[in-house]
T-cell receptor, first 116, second 114 residues
């Protein structure tokens, strides 16, 4: 119930291409879905986040698409650049109700490599 | 602004030894978390704290202990190190006073137990 499943484990795209990473969840109580970006030797950093009351959120080249009925959400990176090469984690949390304290359930991670 | 600072960055322990991983934040955040990251497994929550003097278990607490005597510091203690505790450990913090506050992570402690 608390799991978040992420795919693919690794992804290779050419510069300028579109990178797509998918996540699925079971717990319908989740109401906050962030994506984190992690570079080697660094901690994860928040990239973009969405709440289930919207189906899409875009910030620059990064877009989250959210399908509440299918319990799936995905990250799209348009015009992928070599500097986007990193590990990406989806996550989910229960923010409402005041009892989950913002605890995050993470997906397994996707290693993205963008070739120049 | 330092954010979340973790020390040490690297450590090698022998089986059965103990150590404390340090975490401090200078953002006056109420909530703090400890995660471990293993290859292909994502991050798993070990312990969390919602304020000084208040801690609770996460998903994988066995073999670890925490304390929170101040808002700034949230150390993680390994009492009897085991090879299964070889991992990268991340500390994170968030404001905790409103919804949808992001967690800010430190750069991790890489721990090997031999």
């Amino acid at each position: 119930q608390q799991q978040v499943k992420q795919s693919p484990q690794s992804l290779i795209v050419q510069k300028g291409g579109i990178s797509i990473i998918n996540c699925a969840y079971e717990n319908t109580a989740f109401d906050y879905f962030p994506w984190y970006q992690q570079f080697p030797g660094k901690g994860p950093a928040l990239l973009i986040a969405i709440r289930p009351d919207v189906s899409e959120k875009k910030e620059g080249r990064f877009t989250i698409s959210f399908n509440k009925s299918a319990k799936q959400f995905s990250l799209h990176i348009m015009d992928s650049q070599p500097g986007d090469s990193a590990t990406y984690f989806c996550a989910a949390s229960i923010m409402s109700g005041g009892t989950s304290y913002g605890k995050l359930t993470f997906g397994q991670g996707t290693i993205l490599t963008v070739h120049p | 602004n330092a954010g979340v600072t973790q020390t040490p960055k690297f450590r090698i322990l022998k089986i059965g030894q103990s150590m404390t991983l340090q975490c401090t934040q200078d953002m006056n955040h109420n909530y703090m978390y400890w995660y471990r990251q293993d290859p292909g497994m994502g991050l798993k929550l070990i312990y969390y704290s919602v304020g000084a003097g208040i801690t609770d278990k996460g998903e994988v607490p066995n073999g670890y202990n925490v304390s929170r005597s101040t808002t700034e510091d949230f150390p993680l203690r390994l009492e009897l190190a085991a090879p299964s505790q070889t991992s990268v450990y991340f500390c994170a913090s968030s404001r905790g006073d409103s919804r949808f506050q992001p967690q800010h992570f430190g750069d991790g402690t890489r721990l090997s137990i031999l």
